[in-house]
């Protein structure tokens, strides 16, 4: 896997914002993906997902994109909380030739919001 | 509805010493996967089991074995405990889905293991 360091890239905006957080996936078979949010010493939460064969995808204040073309895939959360303060994580599957899937996940990303 | 739970919460333990550490799967999920999140990294995957079956394994050495129980509940056993296994390791549920769809995944809030 691919070895990252202990400095998250990090976003800081402003409660009210709307914030965008972006994630490269590397792997052109997958073809269904998840959003998580972790918050300190907690394990990830589910917060959206979408499949290959959508571009967009909407839940109550997040929506995902995604581009198959340049394998990106994109969360915004609309009027940022400061609950929404964690790291984000992106997580791609393909399906396995055996049946079976599992989730490798990007870097995170660290979300800040201030009051 | 309870979610995935995990125990123990915390657990420190020595080089060379073995560790087991459990999961309860969300009431209806047959499959559980184990995963280990070091310090400010992404979770990266060990183990998937499907009805007390092993359906896949990651790059982990074999001292890491796991094991799923009739309930669905599940073990993650590690044997000759190294300092770099010091981690969070996390267990996640899903139903599998039939028709080759992927599996939404839910997870545990883990168990912090610290190897001195």
């Known amino acids: 896997g691919e070895s990252v360091g202990l400095h998250l890239p990090t976003l800081s905006v402003q409660e009210g914002d709307n914030s965008i957080i972006n994630c490269a996936y590397s792997n052109s078979a997958s073809d269904y993906f998840i959003w998580y949010k972790q918050e300190s010493g907690k394990g990830p939460q589910f917060i959206i997902d979408?499949?290959?064969?959508?571009d967009k995808r909407q839940g109550q204040r997040v929506t995902v994109l995604l581009n198959k073309t340049v394998k990106h895939l994109s969360l915004q959360i609309a009027a940022t909380q400061p609950g929404d303060s964690a790291v984000y994580f992106c997580?791609?599957?393909?399906?396995?030739?055996?049946?079976?899937?599992?989730?490798?996940f990007g870097k995170g990303t660290m979300l800040l919001v201030s009051p | 509805d309870a979610g995935v739970t995990q125990s123990p919460t915390h657990l420190i333990k020595t080089r060379g010493q073995h560790v087991t550490l459990r999961c309860s799967p969300i009431s209806g999920h047959k499959s559980v996967s184990w995963y280990q999140q070091v310090l400010g990294q992404g979770p990266q995957f060990i183990f998937q089991?499907?009805?007390?079956?092993?359906?896949g394994r990651g790059n982990f050495p074999d001292r890491f074995s796991a094991r799923q129980f009739p309930n669905y509940s599940s073990e993650l056993n590690v044997n000759a405990l190294l300092l770099g296994d010091s981690a969070l390791y996390l267990c996640a549920s899903s139903f599998p889905f039939s028709g080759g769809l992927q599996e939404t995944q839910y997870f545990g809030p883990g168990t912090r293991l610290l190897v001195l």
């Open positions: 089991y499907y009805e007390k079956e092993e359906r």
């Open positions: 997580a791609e599957t393909p399906l396995m030739n055996s049946g079976y899937s599992t989730l490798t």
């Open positions: 979408i499949r290959s064969n959508m």
